[in-house]
């Protein structure tokens, strides 16, 4: 029984591959085979070309964002440089401003002074007149 039923198998497993190389023979099976290696083929030049392209569009978006950030570091340095000067001017008015009260309070000591000494010099002068009226 176990024979008849191997060579049974055999039989068939020997029939359908006849049944399948001939029909692999047909143009229709042919054109199968061939449209479905071209849609795979198809399919993987698809897969390489959207991974070339995600690839060029990263790379253009970090080269966007050195830029980015490149234009960012220009601008903080333009603005602490901005911030430098404005210091810097701030200083030199300061300065120019301390300058200035010092040489006014120059300018009232020597002008007190002149007065004081004009005023002293009128009294000598007064005095020496009365000496000689008092010698007349």
């Known amino acids: ?3 008849f039923s191997v060579g049974r198998q055999r ?5 359908l591959k006849r049944k399948k190389d001939a029909e692999e023979k047909t143009p229709c099976f042919r054109i199968r085979r061939n449209m479905a290696a071209y849609e795979m083929e198809e399919g993987r030049r698809m897969r ?3 991974r070339e392209m995600a690839a060029r569009d990263a790379k253009a978006a970090e080269k966007g964002k050195k830029k980015k950030r490149r234009l960012e570091e220009e601008v903080r340095k333009e603005r602490e440089k901005m911030r430098k000067e404005e210091e810097e001017k ?3 008015a300061e300065k120019q401003k301390l300058k200035e009260k010092e040489r006014k309070k ?4 020597a002008k007190k002074r002149r007065e004081k000494e004009d005023k002293e010099r009128k009294r000598r002068e007064e005095l020496k007149k009365k000496k000689t009226a008092k010698r007349s």
């Open 1 to 3: 029984m176990m024979c």
């Open 11 to 15: 039989r068939l497993e020997e029939e």
């Open 48 to 50: 390489m070309a959207e």
């Open 90 to 92: 701030r200083a030199r």
């Open 106 to 109: 120059r300018e009232e000591a």
